[in-house]
């Protein structure tokens, strides 16, 4: 008797496809403060000093999460696609300062991409009044 690749095996309660949302929430949190931390990095190299994080920022994954819908999707997208402006941003600024060069104009080039990055995901924050995912 040939079984179903798509079907659980006999006697596994709950075995089959997984759920991953609580995982990638947990994913999106911790790319989430790198990105923060990272973008305090290009602040000292830029010569800037870091912003004080609100609640509302360091709440982000939090808030979408228990958003939920397409506004998560977005917010997942969005800090998927800020990391990989950030790495390689963020590299190229320590091995330019490793080699001595200033780094404060490209460093304040980058920090401008990513607050106007960061404010653009801050932006699907529901307004007062849409009710979240329960």
Do not use: Y
């Amino acid at each position: 008797m040939a079984s179903n690749p798509q079907s659980p095996p006999a006697g596994m309660p709950g075995a089959g496809r997984a759920e991953f949302g609580q995982a990638t929430a947990s994913t999106m949190s911790m790319k989430w403060s790198a990105l923060l931390d990272a973008g305090d990095l290009v602040c000292a190299l830029a010569g800037i000093a870091p912003e004080a994080r609100k609640a509302e920022v360091r709440n982000f994954p939090a808030i979408m999460k228990d958003t939920g819908g397409w506004r998560c999707q977005l917010a997942q997208n969005g800090v998927d696609d800020l990391a990989a402006i950030m790495e390689p941003g963020l590299s190229a600024l320590l091995a330019v300062r490793a080699r001595g060069a200033n780094t404060g104009p490209a460093a304040l080039a980058l920090w401008h991409e990513f607050h106007a990055a960061r404010a653009a995901l801050l932006a699907l924050v529901p307004p007062l009044g849409i009710k979240r995912r329960a």
